[in-house]
């Protein structure tokens, strides 16, 4: 099982290159039997990368070996556990304040914008608004009232721009990122 989880493993690191390269020249080539066999081979791809996925969340023997080895962990002797040990502390404790900060991003909204005269308030054409959103799947279907409709929004913030894909990628590179600065200052 061993031998095949690392092979299964090269294909999937070396097949990430591969398969982008293959896109952008399907992109350009438009060639109808190579943009078929590419779908293939990227369905093949996507069958390891969730096996690899699950296997790694499963397996902890097989997380520790492909996860070390992504991270650059090198644990000689007592000391450098010991090292790890806080490294890995400190990149879970900026980890889960970059989560933090980004939770509040995505809820909160802010939107300062002007009203047409006959809608003023009070006399005043000019607002804003606080607000927060929360939901737990992808509102696809948003609806925008009538009443907000009207105005002209100056500047409007409604969370990230970023796509969920973006963010966890970002994540783990910062995990990844944080764990050998701070293994470099600790090891001083």
Not at 64 to 79: K, N
Not at 91 to 106: K, Q, W
Request: glycine letters at 6%; charged letters at 20%; proline letters at 2%.
């Amino acid at each position: 099982m061993k031998r095949l989880d690392v092979i299964i493993l090269r294909i999937f690191l070396c097949g990430l290159p591969v398969l982008a390269g293959i896109a952008v020249f399907n992109h350009f080539s438009g060639v109808r039997a190579l943009y078929n066999m590419s779908g293939f081979l990227f369905a093949i791809w996507m069958i390891l990368s969730v096996y690899l996925g699950i296997r790694l969340v499963v397996s902890g023997d097989f997380r520790d070996r492909v996860l070390v080895r992504l991270t650059f962990i090198r644990e000689r002797d007592e000391r450098e556990v010991l090292l790890t040990g806080k490294a890995t502390k400190t990149a879970l404790m900026t980890s889960m304040a970059v989560l933090i900060l980004l939770f509040c991003l995505s809820c909160f909204q802010v939107s300062f914008f002007k009203l047409p005269a006959d809608k003023a308030i009070d006399g005043k054409t000019r607002g804003f608004s606080l607000g927060l959103n929360f939901s737990l799947f992808n509102d696809q279907g948003k609806k925008i009232s009538e009443e907000v409709s009207d105005r002209y929004n100056v500047f409007s913030y409604n969370g990230l721009p970023l796509s969920s894909s973006t963010v966890i990628l970002l994540l783990i590179a910062w995990q990844i990122i944080s764990y050998n600065c701070v293994m470099k200052r600790l090891t001083r």
